[in-house]
């Protein structure tokens, strides 16, 4: 008998210290397995750096969810706050899906990044047309509705937005052309981009309000848009920041193209965030939108050579981020892992991200967090 105690006390002893010593490894190697909110994710890394944000679709949950909240400190809504979603009809708003972001951001302490009140895509039908004669409406009708688009919605999240994306994409890509030719500039001129940010601030003085675009390390889009965005200052018209979307590439940008796009928003007095990160494992300088509408002709296969090209962009970009602390105030990855990216468009896969579709963290991440 007594000795079945001692052995049953042994057994007792040896399963509780196995587990001590169990859980004490998996806190160790951290973000070597998927789980739950206490273990150090990126967010942790870059605390005295910036907040690490993530876009999300609308009821995120289950093992997603988890991820997210071990390496994400701020959140933006990928699709649902953009105008075409949120305000089908022009005396209808559908708020589910944002508002179930929102709620998630509030209930975990994350932060939110409102994306996006003034653009040429995902645009509601009824927006430009007058129903009756369905031809555009004049510029007055259209920015009365962009001023009451902006002032719902912004009215609606404030004080759980803390910066909008108030006007997206605005400059064209090609040299000869200044603002792209979208139904906005035809019908406004110039005029919506600054009455935008005008509207916004109104609806909430406190938001910090961005101007966000891609392919912003060109050196002919970033002169644009420097030109712009110094106009609008020098007019007082209320603009924080400027986002760098980041759909970048393993090709591109260079650590000089990147640096000078940082140095020179930052030189008109802005905050600069990265707010729609991915590294295509595809090549070629072009924006998101391009590589998404390409001809799908290569396999879908993650090859140790693109494994090896994207990890030593995300390294270099990251330096760039790290030394550029004081101007940078946020960086936002487009998606959460490699399971699901909007560039996985026309069924090839892309890898843009730093966790793999079992939301693994890659070997990208590592070089990461590793500084
Ligand atoms: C993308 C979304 O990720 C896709 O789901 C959607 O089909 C198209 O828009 N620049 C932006 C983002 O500002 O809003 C875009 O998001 C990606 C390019």
Redesign the pocket.
């Known amino acids: 008998m007594r000795n079945s105690i001692i052995a049953s006390a042994c057994l007792l002893s040896f399963i509780v210290l196995f587990n001590q010593c169990k859980s004490s490894l998996e806190s160790q190697g951290s973000t070597q397995t998927t789980g739950t909110a206490n273990k150090k994710g990126l967010k942790d890394y870059y605390r005295n750096y910036f907040s690490i944000g993530v876009?999300v679709t609308p009821r995120l949950r289950g093992e997603e969810a988890a991820l997210v909240l071990q390496h994400f400190n701020s959140l933006t809504a990928?699709?649902a706050m953009?105008m075409g979603p949120i305000h089908p009809q022009e005396n209808r708003y559908f708020w589910n899906d944002a508002d179930s972001i929102v709620d998630f951001a509030q209930r975990h302490g994350l932060k939110m990044r409102g994306?996006?009140l003034t653009?040429h895509?995902?645009t509601p039908g009824w927006l430009f047309k007058d129903s009756a004669s369905n031809t555009n409406v004049s510029k007055e009708v259209l920015l009365k509705r962009l001023k009451d688009h902006i002032t719902t919605v912004v009215n609606r999240y404030k004080g759980k937005v803390y910066a909008w994306?108030v006007v997206?994409?605005v400059i064209a890509d090609d040299s000869a052309t200044y603002f792209r030719k979208s139904p906005w500039y035809q019908i406004t001129g110039e005029d919506f981009v600054a009455k935008a940010f005008e509207y916004a601030h109104e609806a909430d003085p406190k938001a910090i309000l961005f101007y966000?675009d891609?392919n912003t390390e060109n050196p002919v889009k970033r002169e644009k848009i420097y030109r712009m965005l110094k106009k609008m200052l020098d007019a007082k018209v209320p603009v924080h920041g400027v986002g760098l979307?980041g759909?970048w590439s393993v090709n591109n940008p260079t650590r000089e193209e990147l640096e000078n796009s940082i140095k020179m928003f930052a030189s008109l007095g802005l905050q600069v965030q990265i707010t729609?990160l991915d590294v295509s494992v595809y090549g070629g300088r072009q924006?998101?939108?391009i590589i998404q509408g390409q001809a799908q002709r290569e396999a879908a296969v993650f090859t140790p050579e693109m494994e090896q090209k994207q990890l030593e962009k995300y390294k270099m970009i990251f330096e760039v981020f790290r030394k550029y602390k004081k101007e940078i105030t946020g960086v936002t990855f487009?998606?959460i892992s490699d399971r699901y990216s909007?560039l996985d468009g026309r069924g090839r896969k892309n890898f843009p991200l730093l966790f793999d579709q079992t939301l693994k963290p890659k070997k990208a991440y590592w070089e990461v967090v590793n500084f």
């Open positions: 876009a990928e699709n953009k994306h996006t653009w895509t995902q994306d997206n994409e966000n891609y979307q759909h729609e924006g998101g939108q487009w998606n909007w």
